[in-house]
């Protein structure tokens, strides 16, 4: 199986499972019930191909592995690459993991156009997958930027009340950030000739020129991470979006916006990261205690998770734009964290939900009596979130606050409130809603989780405590990768600093 | 290099001998004869392509100077034959549901047809405006086909005058210039006005009328007024035959005439391309949001499209002539398969026309709202969609050219576009259903929508033939 090109399997088997679902003929029951079933190996085929692929990465270097090169654009000299690196292969995985769950997860909630929702899945599941594995800028953009149709038809179609407002908000939001990247690519491509990202990342465009294009691929992954002040499509997406929708779009299309800053921002652009770093940091911070506080006042449980995410989120921005390497490693951990604690969340309030219809935090109380094991697996959930040693949760953090710790000891002072703030919001959403007093007869007349719920979150809480306890099974596999980065970057840095420094002591002189 | 050679000509001679004749068997025969008429011009098409494909496409000057007949011309010789049969097979159907089915309607269409291979081909000022005018006149009444209908009229009568007007501006223009110069000939004007230090006022008068009376031709803002009143007037199948070709055909002459005889004063003309290229795009995204009627919003979507194209040509070069040429290619495939479902909105054995009667289309007719959605997102260029590669390729030779204004300009614009767009999805996916349109999509109009969705899906996987085969084309334009 050496000579396989597992990522282009990875990234089409979807849509051979797409095509399949579509020549579905027959009863409507009889097709939604196929659909699921295609879509569910189908996914599940292309998750156990990472799983191959993640047993036989080299983790000793920072080589792209897997290589697949072939001709695409030619008349643009632009081509079809793709390969994986120790930064972008787990979150290949994470999306070859979180689409089965989210088609299980979707198998009884959604009851209208099955075949359509499996066929959106199948179809994101593509575009994610291609966009962690496309080593050409505009390949890249193509699986960046397709994710928005499928992710659009999902919110818009199966969901809540403001489902039209939300959709047209996410779109049109990431739409416009998106577009200036593609200037910039185009800008890169005219300046360096080559689209190709190793290449790229070898050779950085002139400093002078490095301030625009930095901005410009700002706008685009600022929007999808999200950072304060672009995030307000965040909340309302998530709100409106299907459970499974919440998901995805907490797990695997808000890692877009950190792993483009690590892809492009940091190794093509190092002068401008350098220079816009010190500002990053305190976005970061500002993300973190303003969404932290934000949270606080949630009444939504949906909401109150999305909240956290953008607080979350705030995290790997900073540890991306320190530029050490416990930073950026922090950065990455907390990234793929947070896929699982976050996509986990959002699975639970979609359990309680599917049972009551209702997001609201009063509705609930008193839950832990008629549903202990979902108390218990939202806990696990819950102080992950918090950040609680031995959860993965505290992994990234904590590493993250430690890099930031090298760069700037006031911004971290300000981004470790955002611990406490967190534990404050988590905590009271968890006394509201499992604990306290039973108010509400519906509330404590409920089920306790099904067979497929139970399926689905303990393989994730076992995740959750395994990277908490073991995370050495991604810094092992993304550190070389990390090294080099920090590296590369490292040098630009210190070559800028004495420049700056040549200049200031030849002024000295002239002074004396 | 002045001969009588009439070979390059032949499709052109072709169609008018078939024209011809197609005119005397429908006065012979009336009017029960237009089926046999439009399948007899749709095979015509496909000869006259044949044809176009066995000559020659070598660098040939033919009639006096007349018409060139190069690569570039072949080319969009054959995308404008394309944009024939496509919109034949849209309008046999309709034109028998809404019982204005008439013999002379195909035999129109072959006439603009000539005329517009002609304005690719044009080598002389005289020339242009021939063909022009041949082209235009057929349009005049086509748009007024619906006799009975006043909005018809109306849109017959507004085009008309309108089009006069520019018509006139254009051969003032060319006197302007004729005068300044003493020659039509493109090669003659090129040669006189290469060695010119300072180039005087009056060409750059006549220029800038030439311009704008061609910018009228193509709906560029602000010669724009005409295009919503004329689609919505217009019978459908009309409007999708104005949607589809004559575009197509303005653009390949404005691109030889200021590539050719006008490249060396491109100082003269790229401000004004550039200013049209602009309120194009800026108007054709603002001024669609507010429409209800789905005809008017394409015409303000063909308005933005066409503003996109003139980025190409403002970045004057042989790469942003090649994005030219593919953006057009694309912009009739996909405009083609948007017209078929436009065509086929139809409740209670008539045609309805407002964006909210495509409400719930996906729970109802789901193979169509599915192939109008991916048309949509294609015109929104969003990847990986074939109108994607269009703007790629458009975009890239603006930056190239080093004109970021109009590059940043034109994808925050196609943010805007999307917005209506995806107002049509929106609709057809997010609504509640509207009763089901009338019936199945015939034969011709399935294959076309077909045909069109398929290659906007499957251009990812193939891009480089067709982008080669523009640049070709484009390249005939930049000898050396």
């Known amino acids: 199986m050496a000579g396989l090109p597992i990522l282009s399997i990875m990234t089409f088997l979807p849509l051979i499972g797409v095509l399949i679902i579509l020549m579905i003929r027959g009863e409507e029951e009889a097709v939604a019930r196929n659909s699921r079933y295609a879509a569910l190996y189908t996914s599940l085929f292309t998750f156990a191909f990472a799983v191959y692929m993640f047993l036989n990465f080299d983790g000793s270097t920072a080589d792209f592995q897997f290589v697949e090169k072939a001709e695409w654009l030619r008349p643009l000299g632009i081509g079809y690459h793709m390969g994986v690196d120790g930064i972008s292969m787990f979150f290949v995985l994470l999306s070859a993991f979180l689409t089965p769950v989210c088609i299980i997860s979707a198998w009884d909630s959604i009851e209208k156009r099955v075949r359509e929702y499996m066929v959106a899945f199948l179809v994101l599941e593509c575009f994610m997958i291609g966009t962690f594995c496309a080593l050409n800028s505009i390949l890249f953009y193509v699986f960046f930027e397709g994710v928005l149709i499928p992710m659009f038809i999902i919110i818009g179609v199966w969901g809540g009340p403001r489902r039209v407002y939300a959709s047209y908000k996410f779109f049109l939001y990431t739409l416009l950030g998106s577009v200036l990247m593609l200037i910039a690519l185009l800008v890169l491509m005219a300046k360096t000739g080559t689209t190709d990202i190793p290449t790229l990342m070898a050779n950085p465009v002139a400093p002078s020129l490095q301030i625009w294009l930095w901005l410009a691929f700002f706008a685009s992954f600022a929007v999808k991470l999200p950072m304060w002040p672009v995030h307000t499509w965040l909340p309302d997406a998530h709100v409106e979006a299907p459970t499974a929708g919440s998901v995805i779009l907490a797990g695997v299309l808000l890692k877009m916006g950190g792993y483009g800053f690590l892809r492009f921002s940091l190794p093509i652009m190092p002068d401008a990261s350098a220079f816009f770093g010190p500002y990053m940091l305190w976005l970061g911070v500002i993300a973190i205690i303003y969404t932290s506080l934000v949270a606080l006042v949630q009444e939504d449980m949906k909401k109150l998770v999305a909240y956290s995410s953008v607080a979350h989120m705030g995290y790997v921005t900073i540890g991306v734009f320190t530029g050490t390497v416990q930073g950026i490693e922090g950065g990455i951990f907390q990234m793929i964290s947070h896929a699982l604690i976050s996509g986990a969340l959002f699975l639970c309030v979609g359990v309680v939900y599917d049972r009551l219809h209702t997001r609201e935090i009063s509705r609930y109380g008193g839950i832990v009596g008629n549903m202990p094991l979902y108390a218990f697996i939202m806990m696990v959930f819950m102080l992950g979130s918090v950040g609680l040693p031995g959860t993965s949760g505290f992994v990234g953090e904590l590493l993250t606050l430690m890099g930031a710790f090298q760069i700037n000891t006031l911004a971290t002072l300000f981004a470790s409130t955002g611990l406490v703030l967190g534990a404050a919001y988590m905590l009271l959403m968890y006394r509201r809603v499992v604990l306290g007093p039973p108010v509400n007869q519906d509330a404590i007349e409920m089920p306790d989780m099904n067979k497929r719920e139970i399926g689905l979150l303990f393989p994730i809480a076992a995740m959750v405590l395994w990277l908490g306890i073991f995370p050495n099974t991604v810094m092992d596999r993304i550190g070389p990768s990390v090294d080099k980065l920090v590296a590369d970057y490292q040098k630009h840095v210190k070559i800028e600093l004495e420049m700056t420094v040549d200049v200031e002591g030849k002024k000295e002189e002239g002074a004396e | ?480």
């Not at chain 2, 018409?67 to 944009?83: C, P, Q, T, Y």
């Not at chain 2, 026309?353 to 959605?373: C, F, H």
């Not at chain 2, 009763?435 to 069109?452: C, Q, W, Y």
Request: net charge neutral; with cysteine.
């Open chain 2, 1 to 480: 290099m002045i001969g009588f050679d009439l070979v390059p000509l032949f499709p052109e001679l072709f169609l008018a001998v078939t024209a011809m004749a197609h005119l005397i068997i429908g006065v012979s025969r009336g009017n029960h004869s237009t089926n046999f008429v439009f399948w007899a011009s749709a095979v015509t098409y496909v000869v006259a392509a044949l044809i176009l494909v066995g000559v020659s496409w070598g660098d040939a000057i033919v009639l006096n100077g007349m018409f060139k007949f190069d690569n570039f011309a072949g080319f969009m010789k054959l995308i404008i034959l394309l944009g024939l049969l496509v919109s034949s097979a849209l309008s046999v159907k309709y034109l028998d549901d809404e019982g204005i089915s008439r013999f002379e309607y195909p035999v129109l269409m072959t006439c603009a047809g000539i005329g517009m291979m002609l304005m690719v081909s044009a080598n002389n000022l005289l020339a242009l405006y021939m063909a022009l005018e041949l082209q235009s006149l057929s349009l005049y009444v086509l748009a007024a086909f619906r006799r009975g209908s006043l909005q018809s009229a109306e849109a017959g009568v507004k085009y008309f005058s309108l089009g006069a007007l520019s018509s006139g501006m254009i051969l003032f223009g060319i006197s302007l210039i004729y005068g300044y110069t003493g020659t039509l000939d493109y090669g003659t004007l090129s040669a006189t006005l290469l060695p010119m230090q300072s180039i005087p006022v009056g060409i750059t008068f006549g220029l800038v009328f030439l311009l704008a009376g061609l910018a009228f031709k193509i709906s560029a803002v602000p010669f724009h007024m005409w295009t919503p009143d004329v689609y919505q007037g217009a019978p459908t199948s009309v409007t999708a035959f104005f949607a589809i070709v004559p575009k197509v055909a303005a653009m390949g002459l404005i691109m030889r005439l200021l590539f050719e005889p006008f490249a060396s004063v491109s100082g003269q003309w790229d401000q004004i391309i550039w200013f049209l290229s602009a309120s194009s795009m800026v108007v054709g995204a603002f001024a669609a949001i507010v429409q209800e009627n789905i005809k008017r919003l394409l015409a303000y979507s063909s308005i933005g499209n066409m503003g996109y194209a003139l980025v190409g040509i403002a970045a004057v070069s042989s790469a942003g002539a090649g994005a030219v040429v593919l953006y057009l290619i694309i912009y009739l495939i996909m405009t083609s398969g948007v017209f078929a479902v436009v065509l086929s909105m139809r409740r209670n054995g008539k045609a309805v026309e407002n964006i909210s009667d495509l409400a719930g289309l996906s729970q109802t007719q789901p193979m169509l709202a599915y192939a109008m959605a991916i048309l949509m997102f294609s015109m929104s260029g969003i990847p990986p969609m074939a109108g994607f590669f269009g703007k790629l390729m458009i975009f890239q030779a603006a930056v190239e050219a080093q004109m970021y204004v109009l590059a940043v300009l034109g994808v925050v614009t196609s943010v805007v576009a999307a917005y209506y767009y995806l107002r049509i999805i929106k609709v057809m996916f997010f609504d509640t259903p509207a009763p089901a349109f009338d019936g199945a999509l015939p034969f011709a109009r399935r294959a076309v929508l077909a045909l069109s969705v398929i290659f906007v899906l499957g251009f990812v996987f193939k891009p480089s033939l067709a982008i080669i085969i523009a640049k070709n084309a484009a390249g005939a334009l930049f000898p050396g």
